[in-house]
């Protein structure tokens, strides 16, 4: 819950997008972030707002910030989304321009997450040093902790400026968040309410001694004139995948606790609690770190230049880069800490563990070996994930030939799944005697027409752009080791790819490179003819 008494002032950084000279910009990312008492309060923002044009279109990215007392920042926040949205107007005289204040902006609905007037804690990876990384839910709040709220609202009509790099840095630079990634908060606000009692956390375990066992060791600072009273601090620990202790103690007023534990030889995490903001920090269970090994190899020399060209052509443009350096075969190893004082049987746990975890992992991602021998069973893999399609297929294969068509396309359902296929000339390239590939394939696609009713649209890439074979359904997308028509006679691996939206943007824009079969087609028979003549 917020409770605003406990911070000085806000600090709104609003970014929007206008469309055209003179209309009212559109909300795209805007943050409201609540000052604890006693952190200094940000200059005035100078000059006009901040502009990033985007490309040549003529829309324009813009950017300012602004101070305001907390009362008035979560008004702005919770006034959001009515119809009658405004830019938020400076607290401070002096940082006031009527020209960019107060001025019409225009906001989709917005949806609360969570639920008003909850605050969420983003679970992050660490103590008090959340990682930028992409899986964290909420980057723009540094690396303090925060509780936040969230208005979400339409992600329509943002496709330009997400296109645009520099704007997308643009915006990054100012609210701390690559857009790109996180598209969730497009035409959106976020409240980032920090912790108002707590400045820093120090927790460590202290090795045992004559007469006591390990210890873990916890200190709280508090911000400059807040107590600690209300605060509570709830422990979990975990040991072999189990949970072996949950318990709750309250912080003493001198900010120092000392839990005495026997032996950590497990995992653990906690979480504080006040009785007036509720979940304040976060830390998920880690094991302390008890010993540090290291190698020593003296270097010999080496790390010369290699030159070498990047392909087989005599006209191959050439590289460099630098060799290893060799290293003498004596080793020096350390090690630096003790080990624990009791057996743990963690470590083999956590290894069976792991390996449950690359198995489900291979299940997840279609992970598939076909041995030596198997084309058979290959084929009536595929055939059973393409009959299961409901949206879309698409072969990508530049070795696609008509027989291939026989072997797997009845399985699709022609009534809602369309089909395309991305082949290229590689696929009908035909030895002296033999009978016309393209022939083949056109005859093939006809009969799929005829019998199964289904079209393939097919396009024919007339350069070696596409080396691999992937094959999409629906939203996934299959890696084929080997081409269709041989997959399963040699050993051979598929696999489902953990990001299929990046590989379906380059073969839709290969399609766009590559021309319908019929027109090639033509073309190939009208070279026949003119080499006949």
């Not at 050439?318 to 009791?342: H, V």
């Not at 393209?438 to 070696?464: C, N």
């Given at each position: 819950?917020l409770?605003?008494?406990?911070y000085?002032?806000?600090?709104?950084?609003?970014?929007?997008?206008?469309?055209?000279r003179g209309?009212a910009g559109?909300?795209?990312?805007?943050?409201?972030?609540l000052?604890p008492?006693?952190r200094?309060?940000?200059?005035?923002?100078?000059?006009?707002?901040?502009?990033?044009?985007?490309?040549?279109?003529g829309?324009n990215?813009f950017?300012?910030r602004?101070?305001?007392?907390?009362?008035d920042a979560?008004?702005w926040?919770?006034?959001l989304?009515?119809g009658?949205?405004?830019t938020?107007?400076p607290?401070?005289?002096?940082?006031?321009?009527?020209?960019?204040?107060g001025i019409?902006?225009e906001t989709?609905n917005?949806?609360?997450?969570p639920?008003?007037?909850?605050?969420?804690?983003?679970?992050?990876?660490?103590l008090?040093a959340?990682h930028?990384?992409?899986?964290?839910?909420?980057?723009?709040?540094?690396?303090?902790?925060a509780r936040i709220?969230?208005r979400?609202?339409?992600q329509?009509?943002?496709?330009?400026?997400?296109?645009d790099?520099?704007?997308?840095a643009f915006?990054?630079r100012?609210?701390?968040?690559?857009?790109?990634?996180y598209?969730?908060?497009?035409g959106?606000?976020a409240?980032?309410?920090?912790?108002?009692?707590l400045t820093q956390?120090d927790?460590?375990?202290?090795?045992?001694s004559a007469?006591?066992?390990?210890?873990?060791?916890?200190?709280?600072?508090?911000r400059?004139?807040?107590?600690?009273?209300?605060?509570?601090?709830?422990?979990?620990d975990?040991q072999?995948?189990l949970l072996?202790?949950?318990?709750?103690?309250?912080?003493?007023?001198d900010g120092?606790?000392d839990?005495?534990?026997g032996?950590?030889?497990g995992?653990y995490?906690y979480?504080?609690?006040?009785?007036?903001?509720g979940?304040?920090v976060y830390?998920?269970?880690?094991?302390f770190?008890?010993?540090?090994?290291f190698?020593?190899?003296p270097?010999?020399g080496?790390?010369?230049t290699i030159s070498?060209?990047?392909?087989?052509?005599t006209n191959?443009p050439?590289m460099?880069?630098?060799?290893?350096q060799?290293s003498s075969?004596?080793?020096t190893q350390?090690l630096?800490?003790?080990?624990a004082?009791?057996?743990?049987a963690?470590g083999?746990?956590a290894t069976?563990?792991?390996?449950?975890?690359?198995?489900a992992?291979a299940?997840l991602?279609g992970?598939?070996w076909f041995?030596?021998g198997?084309?058979?069973?290959a084929?009536?893999?595929?055939?059973?994930?393409?009959?299961?399609?409901?949206t879309?297929?698409?072969?990508?294969?530049p070795?696609?030939?008509?027989?291939?068509l026989?072997?797997?396309l009845?399985a699709?359902?022609?009534?809602?799944t369309?089909?395309?296929?991305?082949t290229?000339?590689?696929a009908?390239k035909?030895?002296?005697?033999?009978?016309?590939?393209?022939?083949?394939?056109?005859?093939?696609?006809?009969?799929?027409?005829?019998?199964a009713k289904?079209?393939?649209?097919?396009?024919v890439?007339?350069?070696?752009?596409l080396?691999?074979?992937?094959?999409?359904?629906?939203?996934a997308?299959?890696?084929?080791g080997?081409?269709?028509?041989?997959l399963?006679e040699?050993?051979?691996?598929?696999?489902?790819?953990?990001n299929?939206?990046e590989?379906i943007?380059?073969l839709?824009?290969m399609?766009k490179?590559?021309?319908?079969?019929?027109?090639?087609?033509q073309?190939?028979?009208?070279?026949?003819e003119?080499d006949?003549?």
């Amino acid at each position: 819950m917020l409770n605003t008494d406990f911070y000085a002032g806000a600090v709104i950084r609003l970014a929007t997008l206008q469309r055209q000279r003179g209309q009212a910009g559109r909300l795209l990312f805007a943050t409201v972030s609540l000052l604890p008492h006693g952190r200094p309060l940000p200059p005035p923002m100078e000059g006009p707002p901040h502009r990033c044009a985007v490309g040549k279109t003529g829309e324009n990215v813009f950017f300012r910030r602004a101070l305001l007392t907390v009362r008035d920042a979560v008004d702005w926040y919770r006034s959001l989304g009515r119809g009658e949205d405004t830019t938020p107007i400076p607290s401070r005289t002096e940082e006031r321009d009527s020209r960019y204040d107060g001025i019409k902006i225009e906001t989709a609905n917005l949806n609360d997450s969570p639920s008003w007037p909850h605050l969420g804690l983003p679970m992050g990876e660490g103590l008090f040093a959340f990682h930028s990384g992409r899986s964290h839910p909420a980057p723009f709040i540094g690396n303090s902790p925060a509780r936040i709220h969230r208005r979400l609202g339409s992600q329509d009509g943002f496709d330009v400026m997400l296109a645009d790099d520099e704007a997308v840095a643009f915006v990054a630079r100012r609210l701390h968040i690559d857009l790109r990634l996180y598209q969730e908060y497009l035409g959106s606000v976020a409240l980032v309410v920090p912790d108002p009692v707590l400045t820093q956390i120090d927790h460590f375990m202290i090795p045992a001694s004559a007469d006591k066992g390990e210890r873990i060791f916890y200190r709280f600072v508090p911000r400059a004139g807040a107590s600690l009273a209300g605060l509570k601090l709830t422990t979990f620990d975990e040991q072999a995948h189990l949970l072996t202790d949950l318990s709750t103690y309250d912080v003493p007023a001198d900010g120092i606790l000392d839990v005495d534990k026997g032996d950590c030889i497990g995992a653990y995490g906690y979480a504080v609690t006040h009785s007036d903001h509720g979940v304040l920090v976060y830390s998920p269970p880690y094991p302390f770190l008890r010993q540090i090994g290291f190698n020593m190899n003296p270097v010999l020399g080496g790390g010369k230049t290699i030159s070498v060209p990047t392909g087989e052509s005599t006209n191959s443009p050439r590289m460099e880069y630098r060799a290893a350096q060799r290293s003498s075969p004596l080793t020096t190893q350390r090690l630096i800490g003790d080990e624990a004082r009791i057996p743990n049987a963690s470590g083999r746990i956590a290894t069976a563990a792991a390996h449950r975890e690359k198995i489900a992992n291979a299940k997840l991602y279609g992970q598939r070996w076909f041995p030596d021998g198997s084309r058979e069973e290959a084929m009536r893999f595929i055939q059973g994930e393409l009959r299961r399609a409901k949206t879309q297929v698409m072969i990508a294969d530049p070795y696609l030939a008509g027989l291939q068509l026989g072997q797997f396309l009845y399985a699709v359902n022609p009534e809602t799944t369309p089909v395309t296929l991305l082949t290229s000339s590689l696929a009908f390239k035909s030895k002296a005697q033999e009978p016309s590939k393209i022939d083949d394939f056109s005859q093939r696609l006809a009969q799929l027409e005829e019998v199964a009713k289904l079209t393939a649209k097919t396009y024919v890439l007339q350069s070696g752009v596409l080396h691999d074979r992937f094959l999409v359904i629906d939203d996934a997308v299959w890696f084929l080791g080997n081409s269709l028509n041989t997959l399963g006679e040699k050993a051979s691996l598929i696999v489902k790819l953990p990001n299929p939206d990046e590989v379906i943007g380059q073969l839709e824009g290969m399609l766009k490179q590559a021309i319908p079969f019929d027109d090639y087609r033509q073309r190939q028979a009208k070279h026949h003819e003119d080499d006949a003549s």
